[in-house]
């Protein structure tokens, strides 16, 4: 259902806009808050909100370059709303000013040709700069593109509740538009966003939303039954459920993480899911000494960093704006400690897996290439072999997942074993 466009719903989406440019706090946070505090806004008026201030965050500075001068909140969604959602003059009638639309023709008919390859690629400079010395100006532009499309919804199938097929039939019969995923042996995923809050099956715990590309972090640690396996960064626990299938509900998995918030958000999830193997522990910092008593006992240990989030931006386009390059080099250290503590925990002959959701080599290949040449107890141990154990196709030492190749968040993850 399309929501009727007037003036007072364009106004809450100047509104929003207006908030989100001050880039204080994450976007979907500042827009929940606003939802919040305006009941009276229906399914489809939200719908229109979010899709066009997220409009707005992804393709700021292409935007701006179009509004030629006349920037404001306003002049930002109208180019937004005839650019990148493709209405026509018609269509924004009942909010345009009459000495608007030859501006916004102006606008709209400029062409990409005028801008710079970054303000094309709607990426900051010092971002675009580091993206083109990876992948190439050619590769960062189909990346970018990528980056700029909202994310498809990802469900993982809770395997100790139920199983793919069974999930995809009862869609079926609802009239669900769904497919399996195409690498993850328990992903699907849907070709609407439906409110699945209230769906029977989530009520059960018979699936979680996770992206596909998060899923195989869990195949690449392999975690076994009656194994001690922890979660290092376990934040709301969309990683340690899927350790706790995969481990069939045996053993013990620590979740710990640095924030309370995090790990309370957690907790409807856990019991949703049936699992009791899991521990969460809130935990000071990397040096903490809950885990100086795991030393050298723990068979596996996950390590999702604290990261840029880079690789999240068709969810988090904010993030392009708010993450810079100093912030980028602050995380890197903290990457690096995280990682050397977490090694500590694993057993002779046990499994270490980091990895984060950023596309920079800075934060990824540097930081694992940093750890061998540090702790040679540890070898790599190549990402493709362990997946094919799993069937699950892919190619390279390393796990490198792009937007633009996989059609998931952009994820990287090294396999470190510990020599027996």
Not at 52 to 74: H, I, M, N, W, Y
Not at 170 to 186: D, K, M, N, V, W
Not at 273 to 297: C, F, W
Not at 316 to 328: A, M
């Amino acid at each position: 259902m399309k929501a009727r466009f007037t003036p007072a719903l364009f106004a809450h989406a100047e509104a929003v806009i207006g908030q989100l440019l001050r880039f204080e706090h994450p976007a979907d946070a500042v827009v929940s808050r606003y939802f919040r505090d305006h009941r009276e806004l229906g399914h489809a008026d939200r719908a229109f909100v979010a899709e066009t201030v997220f409009a707005v965050l992804r393709r700021g500075r292409s935007l701006e370059a179009r509004c030629a001068g006349q920037l404001s909140d306003r002049h930002l969604l109208l180019v937004a709303l005839a650019v990148t959602r493709g209405w026509n003059q018609r269509e924004l009638a009942p909010v345009l000013r009459a000495n608007e639309e030859e501006w916004l023709a102006t606008a709209r008919a400029m062409p990409d040709s005028e801008f710079s390859p970054a303000v094309r690629c709607d990426l900051p400079d010092w971002l675009y700069n580091k993206l083109e010395a990876q992948f190439g100006a050619e590769e960062t532009e189909k990346l970018a593109h990528a980056l700029n499309q909202p994310a498809p919804l990802d469900l993982r199938v809770n395997t100790l509740k139920t199983n793919r097929d069974a999930v995809l039939a009862r869609f079926a019969e609802e009239g669900i538009g769904a497919a399996a995923g195409p690498l993850s042996p328990t992903a699907i995923r849907l070709r609407e966003k439906p409110a699945l809050a209230k769906h029977a099956l989530f009520l059960e715990g018979a699936f979680e939303v996770q992206d596909e590309g998060s899923q195989l972090l869990g195949y690449l640690l392999e975690p076994r039954r009656g194994e001690m396996v922890v979660d290092f960064c376990a934040g709301a626990g969309g990683k340690t459920l899927l350790l706790g299938a995969l481990m069939k509900n045996t053993g013990r998995l620590y979740a710990f993480d640095v924030s309370d918030k995090r790990l309370v958000k957690l907790k409807p999830r856990l019991a949703r899911s049936g699992l009791s193997n899991v521990h969460p522990a809130r935990i000071e910092h990397e040096r903490d000494q809950k885990i100086k008593r795991l030393s050298g006992k723990a068979d596996r240990v996950l390590v999702d960093a604290p990261c840029s989030g880079l690789g999240t931006l068709r969810r988090n386009p904010d993030l392009k704006w708010r993450q810079s390059e100093e912030s980028v080099a602050e995380l890197t250290v903290k990457q690096a400690a995280i990682l050397d503590s977490a090694a500590r925990l694993v057993r002779p002959g046990g499994r270490l897996v980091y990895a984060t959701c950023s596309l920079l080599t800075a934060e990824n290949d540097a930081i694992v290439e940093d750890f061998l040449a540090k702790h040679p107890e540890f070898t790599l141990t190549p990402a493709s072999t362990v997946l094919a154990k799993h069937g699950i196709e892919f190619s390279g030492d390393l796990l490198r997942l792009l937007p633009n190749q996989h059609n998931t968040d952009g994820f990287f993850a090294a396999v470190l074993d510990r020599k027996a």
